[in-house]
């Protein structure tokens, strides 16, 4: 941290805040110059003591220097890191999530996941919990759901990706999925991240409706920081004025996540945009901004989906998707995985 000294501050009061460095567990190195004084603080651990010192007499300004989110920092990390998922990989390369929003029976999921495999996708998102704006919307299957989840990658090998909610269904979630899934409405559920923190298995982080980047990279510091290193960050648009879709897909997230953070990110289109016939364009829109990968919301019957049907593909508008994808990801020479 820097901290910035008025014009007129005194000796004292320069002592007095270098004094309250020492007893913050820092160091103060005192920098005298020709209009004001400014004190550098090294061996600061994170924001710790920064407000405290804002409000000691002489002190303009406290300026953080480096990142609060050290450990996803690319300071602390300058490679990207890859996160290995059920057979496949996210980092390195280009990888797709599909599936529906919710599981709604044992015919839909078994007739998606079989799909994907063909294709060559290896990761299906399912949703056996459901977070609803309305508390009469369809809510998922819950434990039916993840029953069903299990059988459908005994069936045909595909890894789970599915939601979690809250810390009383972790444990059972965590038993089946393959990456946990924390939405937009969590983000900064903090007692949640806790509890992710602990699991062994990789968690995909998507980013609050209304959170800025700083936020989000704190909520993902929450995750790495109590022990659990492979964090997956998700874009899923962010609630502006707009109402051309249904939310404002923020690509230019991709290229300043990439500079900030060694966190792999993929990119959501379904949620980002609302709308199925806009998901194949920010697809591969979002392939060219240099994401790590996609999160699509797929049903075998959109128009009879419980829960946002209105922008799902269909199992053959994917298909079609997914062909002009690996032609994008060749011209690109990005590996689709």
Partial sequence: MLVVMAADA?????????????????????????????????????????????????????????????????????????????????????????????????????????????????????GAYKPRTSPYSFQGLGEEGLRLLEKARAKTGIGIVTEVMDEKTADRIEAVADMLQVGTRNMQNYPLLRRLSRSTKPVLLKRGMAATLEEWLMAAEYLVSGGNPHVVLCERGVRTFADHTRSLLDLSAIPVIKRLSHLPIVVDPS???????????????????????????????????????????????????????????????????
């Fill in 10 to 126: 005194t000796g004292a009061q320069i002592e007095a805040v270098a004094e309250k460095i020492r007893q913050l567990g820092y160091a103060p190195h005192v920098i005298p110059a020709t209009t004001r004084t400014v004190i550098a603080v090294t061996g600061n651990r994170g924001p710790e003591g920064k407000e405290i010192l804002e409000m000691m007499p002489g002190v303009i300004e406290v300026m953080r220097i480096t990142p609060a989110y050290r450990l996803v920092s690319r300071e602390s990390k300058p490679d990207p890191t890859v996160i290995p998922v059920a057979g496949t990989r996210i980092g390195g390369g280009f990888t797709i999530i599909a599936g529906p929003c919710s599981v709604e029976n044992e015919t839909m999921i078994m007739r998606t996941a079989e799909q994907l495999m063909r294709l060559g996708v290896r990761l299906m998102r399912g």
């Fill in 271 to 337: 949620h980002g945009t609302g709308k199925a016939e806009y998901v194949p364009a920010m697809s591969r829109a979002a392939l060219a901004a240099g994401a790590d990968g996609l999160l699509i919301e797929v049903h075998p019957n959109p128009r009879e989906a419980l829960s946002d049907g209105v922008q799902s593909l269909d199992l053959d508008a994917f298909a079609a998707l997914y062909e002009s994808l690996k032609a994008v990801a060749q011209a690109l020479n990005v590996p689709l995985l």
